[in-house]
């Protein structure tokens, strides 16, 4: 169970990184349509070569939560999560990544009538005071891309808690692999109509082998066997429990960028991620 939650966080603190350099030749929305065709069809070989072996009919009252998944997953969290790679650092959206379980309790508590403790709204107040601290290392600059980054960030890391808590359900009753291909297919129809309209194109030409090779690892590696992993943990633990490793990426990425790019780590960042590790440790123990 453990090494499955220590593998996941691994592929997901890469997965920063990755996709932090990738989003400097290749725009984000061009990346994101790669990404998930990719996936889909990692997906539909597995099934296939398994002989259709885990494939189950799906119960018509699921149908909604199903596109509800399918939109949060790929034209919501993804989108944002890759948009925020362009703007600011692998760290700093880690670090947003790492409230993910503050924001699945605010979920569980406003929505689903979770009860409270005095620990969970003191830890939420301290996680949310260190990304405060994180976000006023930019001076607060409204106009600053870094800012506007960071912002994007946040938000990506509110989808993901959603898509973590409406996901319990259906990957109790349809499994792990299942679930998460349903809802990548889904979102990946879903975003076909919505990169026809932007004004990114596709460009063969600007891909290297190294795009190529990065596109593969968000695709096959991060959104196949992480998002596959991440849902099969939360079939066997409480959200709110499983979410709290996601403090583990913000330490696993600084101290790969700066093992890697020899990235200096601020103050500010060292500060607020000590804050939101405690605030969010405060959280699950209430």
């Given at each position: 169970?453990?090494?499955v939650?220590?593998l ?6 890469g997965?920063h990184?990755?996709?932090k350099?990738l989003t400097?030749n290749?725009?984000?929305p061009?990346?994101l349509?790669?990404r998930?065709?990719?996936?889909c069809?990692?997906?539909a070989l597995?099934f296939l ?6 494939i ?7 149908y909604?939560?199903?596109?509800i ?7 919501v969290?993804?989108f944002l999560?890759?948009q925020s790679?362009?703007y600011?650092?692998?760290?700093n ?8 379980p503050?924001?699945v309790?605010?979920i569980a508590?406003f929505?689903?009538k979770?009860?409270?403790s005095y620990?969970k ?14 976000l ?6 409204f106009?600053?891309?870094s800012?506007?980054g960071?912002?994007?960030?946040l938000m990506?890391?509110?989808?993901w ?11 109790m009753?349809?499994?792990a692999?299942y679930?998460?291909f349903?809802s990548?297919?889904i979102g990946f129809?879903?975003?076909?109509p919505?990169?026809?309209l932007l004004?990114?194109?596709i460009e063969?030409e600007?891909f290297?082998?190294?795009?190529w090779l990065?596109?593969f690892?968000?695709g096959a590696?991060?959104s ?7 849902y ?6 409480d959200?709110s429990?499983v979410?709290?490793?996601n403090?583990?990426?913000p330490?696993?990425?600084?101290l ?8 200096v780590?601020s103050?500010y ?6 804050l939101?590790l405690a605030g ?6 209430g």
């Open positions: 169970m453990y090494f939650i220590a996941g966080q691994l592929i997901a603190s997965t990184l990755i996709a350099t400097q290749i725009e984000p061009v990346v349509l790669f998930v065709m990719i996936v069809i990692v997906f597995y070569f398994r002989g259709g072996k885990g189950k009919k799906i119960d018509k009252e699921d909604p939560l199903f596109l998944l399918g939109f949060v997953n790929i034209p969290n993804q999560f890759l790679m362009e600011t650092s692998a760290p959206v880690s670090l947003a990544y790492s409230l993910t503050a924001f309790f605010i508590f929505f689903m979770e009860r409270t620990k709204i003191i830890g939420i107040i301290l996680a949310i005071a260190g990304t405060i601290i994180v006023a290392e930019r001076k607060f600059d106009n600053s891309d800012f506007f960071d912002i994007l960030a990506a890391a509110m989808s808690a959603v898509y973590t808590v409406l996901g319990k359900k259906i990957t009753k349809y499994g692999i679930s998460t349903v990548m297919f129809i879903m975003y076909l919505i990169f026809a004004p990114e194109k063969l600007k290297t082998t190294v795009n990065q596109i690892y968000l590696i991060t196949g066997v992480g998002y596959a992993t991440w099969w943990v939360l079939g066997k633990m959200a429990k979410s709290v490793f403090n583990f990426q330490i696993l990425t600084a790969m960028t700066f093992l890697l790019f020899g990235d780590v103050m960042f060292v500060v607020g991620g000590i939101v969010v440790y405060l959280t699950q123990r």
